[in-house]
């Protein structure tokens, strides 16, 4: 996951491959609940693993339900619709499907046995309404408070005391602004249906219908058939009560599928898009975002639990579209937009103003900043194709959906944008609500523009610091590492395990060629060892400066290194990255300190690791390899003629950082930013 302040998606130019989705949000905090109140254990198999899920999970295990995870499969063990705590405080962060559902069980597990539970989440959880459902459940006579603004979390439901509540008059819920109020109820009524049927009214027109189908049908699987009659009333047979199904499959996430779906059809013109984990026949409402993907243009196969996609018309053509049905899903449409030959027009979409954020707002906000044309509506948006792309740096409001669908906006190579521009977007742990590896996923099936992918080279002699330099920026960067001198490190190693003589360049040199060297973050593994610490000793780094005096070895390497170069970015380091190997590099830091500087560093590293050491030979040995890394004839050291110079003889690591850093914002950032 990408915890970075921003991510900058370099201009990319085509899809192909497979995706495996992550589990459906919306299945799996509705399954959660149900196994937490149901009796007995329910195996559920593919949860989804995000912020939202996290937040349920944390809420039943504060009520008492038993939780037991082994591989993909997770063994809930539920109440049995009877409290095991009282009294407890809830944090359900911005989870409106852990929210709504937990208050109107609780509401009623507390009104009925006599409890107390507060329940609350971030600031904006308490944005977002919830004043239909507390006057429903106050209908039913559960006790109610609103603990902050009237109308929104958070809330606190129960008095302590245990009563009866007036399940024989039908409960009237509003159904326009939100349809998982009717969920709630739907799910919570079931749990004091012992003495008559309930009956759920609702008023209004309901919205985002395909919601209730997906509650209604994990109902039945958990052993309640809700009679009802269109989608206006709704009656949960008296006796009914959970029963867990034993085990259950929580299918792929159709929302963030839309995402994949859409990047097949823009970029994906030789091979498919391939998605695993959600197909045709998929539960999930929207799954029927395809018909509109294809409306504009996709060419989409599928089957059970597969989609394939493609490229068909190109550009796309814009649609106007009632999105009620597939509310979440629409936003990608937003962004479809942009590639399109007419205007697109999505409409009855007034519920993204309650969401996560206001959506409406943000799309038109942010599709703006790239030099869209958009208007948008109390409950419609209309984006216009774009000709003339703007570099933009996306906010994101804490939403998920706004990164992963603007993600898309990278694309603009395509839509032939001159220049073609690079898209960041801002705080993308935000996808971590639903599809925590979001960009890893993208980046799996998506090829850059040719010569799109940033590089920035840090390079100086030993000891110069300049491998936590690289390090701390490719962190802040999210972008790869290269630690070009592992190369020559392992080399020399392999050479010495091979009998090798160091001096023989050929034969180092075929030493190279065939490396087998892995990088898993800080462990480097080398022909199947562990040579992680093997390689940071004084003395390897020594024997590599030996063998890298060979251009063969050089050579060797030389591809290598190049495939370091993968989205969404590189930062390398060594004696020849900006001079060399990455000679079209972004920015190239050289670095310098003086050696009795790095001589004193050095010292204290050594020190601090225990190790015994001498300040006066390590000046001899740094000035030695400098020697020989500055005079040998194949890449010596030196800077490349237009790298930045960068002395940090007196300067911390952060200040490093931060200088480098403000270089690269110089000249990477967007240049127009919100
Ligand atoms: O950066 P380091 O100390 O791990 O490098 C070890 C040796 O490898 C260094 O003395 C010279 C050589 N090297 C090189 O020639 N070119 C590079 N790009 C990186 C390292």
């Given at each position: 996951m990408f915890k970075t302040a921003f991510l900058d998606l370099p201009p990319l130019a085509a899809a192909a491959g497979s995706v495996r989705l992550p589990g459906s949000k919306s299945i799996s905090n509705r399954v959660l609940l149900l196994a937490g109140l149901a009796e007995g254990t329910t195996e559920v198999y593919d949860l989804l693993d995000s912020d939202d899920t996290r937040v349920?999970?944390?809420?039943?295990?504060?009520?008492?339900?038993?939780?037991?995870?082994?591989?993909?499969?997770?063994?809930?063990?539920?109440?049995?619709g009877r409290l095991k705590v009282t009294?407890?405080?809830?944090?359900?962060?911005?989870?409106?499907?852990?929210?709504?559902?937990?208050?109107?069980?609780?509401?009623?597990?507390?009104?009925?046995?006599?409890?107390?539970?507060?329940?609350?989440?971030v600031a904006r959880m308490h944005e977002r309404p919830i004043g239909d459902l507390v006057d429903a459940l106050r209908q039913l006579g559960c006790p109610v408070t609103e603990l902050g603004q009237p109308g929104f979390p958070p809330l606190q439901v129960g008095s302590g005391a245990a009563g009866a509540l007036d399940t024989a008059t039908p409960i009237r819920v509003r159904g326009d602004v939100s349809s998982q109020f009717l969920t709630a109820l739907l799910?919570?009524?079931?749990?004091?249906?012992?003495?008559?049927?309930?009956?759920?009214?609702v008023m209004g027109e309901l919205i985002s219908k395909p919601y209730i189908d997906i509650t209604l049908r994990l109902l039945e699987r958990f052993g309640i058939t809700v009679q009802r009659d269109g989608y206006q009333r709704f009656v949960i047979p008296q006796g009914s009560a959970y029963r867990t199904p034993g085990r259950i499959h929580v299918e792929?996430?159709?929302?963030?599928?839309?995402?994949?779906?859409?990047?097949?059809?823009?970029?994906?013109?030789?091979?498919?898009i391939r998605i695993e984990g959600v197909g045709l026949n998929a539960i999930q409402g929207d799954i029927r975002f395809v018909e509109a993907a294809q409306a504009m243009g996709a060419q989409v196969q599928g089957g059970d639990g597969w989609l394939e996609v493609r490229?068909?018309?190109?550009?796309?053509?814009?649609?106007?579209?009632?999105?009620?049905?597939?509310?979440?899903?629409?936003?990608?449409?937003?962004?479809?937009?942009?590639?399109?030959?007419?205007?697109t027009r999505l409409t009855n979409i007034a519920s993204w103003r309650v969401?996560?954020?206001?959506r409406i707002a943000a799309m038109a906000c942010e599709l703006r900043k790239l030099g869209a044309q958009v208007i948008e509506g109390p409950d419609f948006i209309e984006v216009a194709p774009l000709q003339h792309w703007q570099s933009a740096s996306i906010h994101t409001y804490d939403d998920h959906r706004m990164a992963m669908c603007l993600s898309l906006a990278a694309f603009n190579p395509l839509a032939g944008a001159q220049p073609s521009v690079s898209v960041r977007i801002e705080d993308p742990r935000c996808v971590a609500k639903t599809f925590p590896d979001y960009f890893e996923t993208l980046f799996s099936v998506v090829t850059a523009a040719p010569g799109a992918i940033p590089v920035l080279t840090v390079d100086g002699p030993t000891a110069s610091g300049k491998g936590t330099l690289a390090a701390e920026l490719a962190q802040a960067l999210g972008y790869h590492l290269l630690d070009s001198g592992a190369l020559y490190r392992a080399t020399a190693l392999a050479a010495l395990q091979g009998g090798v003589a160091l001096s023989d360049g050929p034969a180092v040199a075929g030493?190279?060629?065939?490396?087998?060297?892995?990088?898993?973050?800080?462990?480097?593994?080398?022909?199947?060892q562990d040579v992680s610490a093997a390689l940071r000793l004084e003395s390897t780094g020594g024997l590599a400066s030996q063998v890298s005096v060979h251009p063969g070895v050089r050579h060797a390497l030389h591809a290598l290194q190049l495939s370091f170069q993968r989205l969404p970015g590189l930062v390398a380091d060594g004696r020849d990255m900006g001079t060399v190997v990455f000679p079209q590099a972004d920015l190239k830091v050289f670095l310098t300190a003086s050696a009795e500087k790095r001589a004193e560093r050095r010292y204290?590293?050594?020190?601090?690791?225990?190790?015994?050491?001498?300040?006066?030979?390590?000046?001899?040995?740094?000035?030695?390899?400098?020697?020989?890394d500055k005079n040998r004839s194949a890449a010596p050291l030196k800077p490349a003629e237009d790298a930045l110079l960068l002395d940090n003889s007196d300067l911390s690591i952060d200040a490093s950082v931060e200088q480098v850093l403000s270089w690269w914002q110089q000249r990477k950032a967007p240049k127009v930013s919100g």
């Open positions: 349920m999970l944390a809420a039943l295990e504060q009520l008492g339900c038993t939780l037991e995870r082994s591989g993909s499969v997770l063994r809930v063990t539920g109440l049995g009294q407890a405080e809830l944090f359900l962060g911005n989870a409106g499907t852990a929210m709504r559902p937990l208050t109107a069980a609780l509401a009623v597990l507390a009104a009925t046995q006599g409890g107390r539970f507060r329940l609350s989440g799910l919570a009524l079931p749990l004091v249906s012992q003495h008559h049927p309930v009956a759920i009214e792929g996430d159709a929302s963030s599928a839309s995402y994949f779906v859409a990047l097949g059809a823009l970029a994906a013109t030789e091979h498919p490229r068909g018309r190109w550009p796309l053509k814009g649609i106007t579209l009632d999105c009620n049905h597939i509310p979440d899903a629409a936003m990608t449409l937003g962004v479809m937009a942009l590639y399109a030959d007419s205007p969401k996560e954020t206001d030493i190279a060629a065939t490396l087998d060297i892995r990088f898993e973050g800080e462990t480097v593994w080398l022909a199947g204290k590293q050594l020190i601090a690791k225990g190790i015994s050491a001498n300040i006066d030979s390590l000046l001899l040995d740094l000035q030695a390899r400098d020697e020989r």
